[in-house]
């Protein structure tokens, strides 16, 4: 009896997950030279990118627009790295995205030269001008967390865990009847 109780118990904890939780780093861009657009985007990965990471994103979805068009995961191919802080804030980065005649080409170290000018190109190929870039004027990151407390998935193995409670209170009221 005790047995059947402690496995309902935990089926019932089981069940109960958490939904998943994704991490999301916008990116809004200054205007380019060359034409009155900007690049302006977001990517997401399904944990907060670790401190001082350098290494490609692992990375869900990615969608980025330049003077209209949009890049993203389901029609262009590219990758992107990140440098982060202790709460994900992003302090580096290297963007390569491609979609036929259309490249997307940002960097950004986080180093200034001699004088003191943040080392940063963003360059744009495939728009009508040869190539539309900007430098020296880096965009601004956010990052969005998850919620701080998951909201719950519904479970079969909670309604499961139920029946099994429900027979075992029938069974503790009626214990001459099986």
């Not at 118990?9 to 997950?17: D, E, M, R, S």
């Not at 998943?20 to 907060?48: E, I, K």
């Not at 990758?79 to 202790?86: D, H, K, P, V």
């Not at 919620?147 to 409670?165: C, F, K, N, R």
Request: charged share 10%; proline share 6%; glycine share 8%.
């Amino acid at each position: 009896m005790k047995s059947i109780l402690c496995l309902a118990i935990v089926l019932l904890t089981a069940g109960i997950a958490s939904a998943d939780s994704t991490w999301v780093y916008t990116y809004t861009g200054n205007q380019l030279n060359g034409c009155t657009c900007s690049v302006d985007g977001s990517f997401t990965t399904s944990a907060l990118i670790p401190d001082s990471s350098s290494g490609p994103a692992d990375l869900l979805s990615y969608s980025f627009t330049v003077d209209g068009f949009t890049f993203n995961s389901a029609d262009s191919t590219g990758t992107i790295q990140a440098t982060t802080n202790a709460t994900g804030g992003i302090l580096s980065w290297t963007i390569s995205i491609a979609d036929g005649d259309k490249n997307l080409f940002s960097s950004f170290t986080g180093n200034t030269n001699d004088q003191n000018i943040p080392y940063y190109a963003i360059d744009v190929y495939g728009f009508g001008a040869d190539e539309d870039y900007r430098e020296n004027a880096p965009g601004t990151w956010t990052v969005a967390d998850p919620p701080s407390s998951p909201m719950p998935e519904p479970a079969p193995l909670a309604l499961l865990a139920i029946g099994v409670l429900a027979l075992v209170a029938r069974k503790a009221l009626q214990p001459n009847k099986i």
